[in-house]
């Protein structure tokens, strides 16, 4: 039976599995991903079976992780390293950004990169500081660097086949408060292009974007709105670098308004792009201004405060309201 319902981080662990097992140039490397698999045990049970040279316990060196991980990919590995929490990302913002996301563009295209960064990444699990952190936007701004982040399980196994798969370097987002959310997944279905936006639910009066961890809140919003009369329809991103600007044009030239809905804080996240973006493309068809909604332009408050801090169900449907007013 290829059907399972499986949680997201049970996704990723099988679509890892299946991914070392087709190549074994596929690595894995981190810290605790071997012995401990992993703080949310995404890779449980993989070094056990594949052994110490393929799934590598690291020192506590997030540059360190990266560039090793730049150097195997030069020798025709393809490696899938494991940054930890949201927020430990940063030592290795250098090699990302400095070298990672420039080799392709540096050799004239003589030389790629198949690499993998997973970031677990988000609040909502009442974490202490630095753990609860939503930068997909300093990634989706750098040239050279795809950015993706699935919100069910079936995408989290698919997109990360598909990342692993990329000759180019992709930053993997995991909705961490996600993970235990259980979907059907066919791991013998022919998945969506990597980088594809996906209707979740139709409507006709309002468009709703978001992606990885927000998708399941403009769900519940859509569901909430229909018991009041209202036609909302939600599009998944899925990719944050490239956009699916074509599916979000064609959804609001259907609804004529559109709310961007993102964790992160709204002050210059994706949420401004896009509505930069269709703005410029769907002017016409517009019945009211882009609206976002997203994190306040302050740090990641102490875990008794984040559900202030998190855009829920009340904030996605006052944006509705306000657009709906116009």
């Given at each position: 039976?290829?059907?399972?319902?499986?949680?997201i981080?049970?996704?990723?662990?099988?679509?890892?599995?299946?991914?070392?097992?087709?190549?074994?140039?596929?690595?894995?490397?981190?810290?605790?991903?071997?012995?401990?698999?992993?703080?949310?045990?995404?890779?449980?049970?993989?070094?056990?079976?594949f052994?110490?040279?393929?799934?590598?316990?690291?020192?506590?060196?997030?540059?360190?992780?990266?560039?090793t991980a730049?150097?195997?990919?030069?020798?025709g590995?393809?490696?899938?390293v494991?940054?930890?929490?949201?927020?430990?990302?940063?030592?290795?913002?250098?090699?990302?950004?400095?070298q990672?996301?420039?080799?392709?563009?540096r050799?004239?295209?003589?030389?790629?990169?198949p690499?993998?960064?997973?970031?677990?990444?988000g609040?909502?699990?009442?974490a202490?500081?630095?753990?609860?952190?939503?930068?997909?936007?300093?990634?989706a701004?750098?040239?050279?660097?795809?950015?993706?982040?699935?919100?069910?399980?079936?995408?989290?196994?698919w997109?990360?086949?598909?990342?692993?798969?990329?000759?180019?370097?992709?930053i993997?987002?995991?909705?961490?408060?996600?993970?235990?959310?259980?979907?059907?997944?066919?791991?013998?279905?022919?998945?969506?292009?990597?980088?594809?936006?996906?209707?979740?639910?139709?409507?006709?009066?309002?468009?709703?974007?978001?992606y990885?961890?927000?998708?399941?809140?403009?769900?519940?919003?859509?569901?909430?709105?229909?018991?009041e009369?209202?036609?909302?329809?939600?599009?998944?991103?899925?990719?944050?670098?490239?956009?699916?600007?074509?599916?979000?044009?064609?959804?609001?030239?259907?609804?004529?308004r559109?709310?961007?809905?993102?964790?992160?804080?709204?002050?210059?996240?994706?949420?401004?792009?896009?509505?930069?973006?269709?703005?410029?493309?769907?002017?016409?068809?517009?019945?009211?201004?882009?609206?976002?909604v997203?994190?306040?332009?302050?740090?990641?408050?102490?875990?008794?405060l984040?559900?202030?801090?998190?855009?829920?169900?009340?904030?996605?449907?006052?944006?509705?309201?306000?657009?709906?007013?116009?």
């Amino acid at each position: 039976m290829t059907v399972q319902k499986l949680p997201i981080a049970k996704a990723i662990n099988e679509s890892l599995r299946k991914a070392m097992e087709n190549d074994p140039k596929v690595l894995i490397m981190g810290e605790d991903v071997g012995k401990l698999g992993g703080v949310f045990r995404v890779t449980d049970g993989l070094q056990k079976d594949f052994g110490e040279g393929r799934v590598i316990d690291t020192p506590l060196a997030e540059s360190g992780i990266v560039g090793t991980a730049i150097g195997l990919a030069l020798r025709g590995y393809r490696p899938v390293v494991e940054i930890q929490f949201d927020g430990f990302v940063f030592p290795a913002y250098d090699q990302i950004v400095t070298q990672l996301a420039k080799m392709h563009a540096r050799a004239l295209g003589k030389i790629k990169l198949p690499v993998v960064v997973r970031i677990p990444y988000g609040g909502g699990i009442g974490a202490v500081e630095h753990h609860s952190e939503s930068p997909e936007a300093l990634f989706a701004h750098v040239p050279g660097l795809k950015v993706v982040s699935p919100s069910n399980a079936s995408d989290a196994y698919w997109m990360m086949q598909q990342a692993i798969q990329s000759d180019d370097p992709i930053i993997y987002f995991e909705p961490k408060r996600r993970y235990w959310d259980k979907s059907e997944v066919d791991t013998e279905t022919i998945p969506d292009p990597l980088h594809k936006a996906r209707t979740v639910v139709a409507g006709s009066d309002l468009t709703l974007v978001a992606y990885g961890p927000m998708v399941k809140v403009c769900v519940e919003a859509a569901a909430a709105a229909a018991e009041e009369g209202k036609s909302i329809e939600v599009l998944d991103l899925r990719s944050m670098s490239p956009i699916d600007f074509d599916a979000v044009q064609a959804s609001v030239e259907k609804t004529g308004r559109l709310v961007v809905v993102h964790e992160a804080p709204v002050f210059y996240g994706a949420g401004a792009e896009i509505a930069a973006r269709i703005t410029e493309r769907s002017f016409y068809h517009l019945e009211a201004p882009v609206l976002r909604v997203g994190g306040y332009h302050a740090p990641y408050p102490p875990a008794r405060l984040e559900e202030e801090y998190l855009p829920g169900l009340d904030r996605v449907l006052d944006a509705v309201d306000r657009s709906l007013a116009y």
